[in-house]
């Protein structure tokens, strides 16, 4: 079954700082919210750089300006080598009212379609293969998997995220780690993945992206370029 009725997306080509994307993907989604429409955007960094869960700690060598923490859950992850995205779903989706175990397997079986189409195959993290991670747990991402990340013939973990919700509305934020020449936000895998997860697709208007960036700047002063923000587990962890 098709999660979403509709979509719109971004193939976001614009190389963006960590505090940067990270304030987007929340604009994405006040957006998905205000307009009751699922949005879709995937993205490049201008740089390598780690994302921390809300919950993860700030370590020593964290570093700031590479280092920003999300909105979402979840792990530490690394970026540079991966296509990163962020789904905004609206409480009006019947997707977003699924229990959240299953809303991530669906987005990874998905993605799991949409990377065959390239010859990647993958298979689902079986539910009963590890533990979950607590909060704010010591490995990194990708080295850590949990159910329903996506994972290689060869055990190598290649797709993780990580989500939240509010007020019934969900934003997922995801990683996949692929070849360079399959991680282009306008890589035509993703076209497949877009029809995975939706019935009717569309671009997201030039007016809506305006709007969203036009967020930027006063999302950051007040979250993503803080460190109060960035270091706000660090005592928890010390």
Known sequence: MIPLTSL????????????????LDEALFDEAVSTETAL???????????????FSPWEIEDQPGR?????????????????????????TETFANQASALRYSQI???????LSTIAIHTVLEPDTAHEPRPPGGPAPCFASPVSSDLM???GAKIAGGAQRR?????????????????????A??????RQELASENRTIPSETKTRML????????????????????ESKWA
């Open 108 to 114: 990874h079986d998905c993605l799991k379609k949409a």
């Open 188 to 193: 035509d895998w993703l076209k497949t993945f």
């Open 8 to 23: 719109q997306f971004w193939a976001d080509e614009v190389y963006r700082s960590p505090s940067e994307e990270m304030a």
């Open 152 to 154: 290689s013939s060869e």
């Open 214 to 233: 036009c967020q930027i700047e006063a999302k950051r002063a007040s979250r993503y370029d803080q460190s109060e923000w960035n270091r706000r587990r």
């Open 67 to 91: 280092t920003v923490r999300r909105w979402t859950g979840g792990g530490r992850v690394e970026h540079g080598e991966d296509l990163t995205f962020a789904l905004a779903i609206p409480r």
């Open 166 to 186: 509010v007020a019934g509305a969900i934003l997922h934020q995801g990683s996949v780690r692929l070849p360079l020449s399959h991680r282009l936000p306008s």
């Open 40 to 54: 879709l955007r995937c993205y490049h960094w201008d740089r390598p750089a780690v994302t921390l869960g809300y």
